[in-house]
């Protein structure tokens, strides 16, 4: 049994504004104007891309044996 990581190598977001909630998972998020936070398993991020941003992010399964925590386990919604 072990807990899953999954990490999204740095990629650029341009005009748009996500909202992340991870399940079974946690989500560290880093991003090129140096901010770093962690995600709790059921909360909320907000991140508003503005004229551009850089940013990675690092999932951690909760649970054991749980599937791929970026596919099976979040929902984003982008705004243009």
């Known amino acids: 049994i072990r807990h899953q990581r999954l990490t999204i190598p740095w990629h650029p977001h341009s005009g748009v504004a ?3 909630m991870p ?3 946690n989500l560290t998020h880093h991003d090129s104007m ?3 936070s962690t995600i709790e398993d059921q909360e909320i991020q907000w991140m508003a891309s503005g004229k551009g941003i850089w940013h990675k992010e690092e999932y951690q399964a909760t649970k054991a044996n749980t599937p ?3 596919i099976e386990n979040r929902f984003e919604v982008k705004s243009f």
């Open 23 to 25: 399940y079974d998972a």
């Open 34 to 36: 140096g901010n770093q």
């Open 68 to 70: 791929n925590p970026q």
């Open 18 to 20: 996500t909202v992340t």
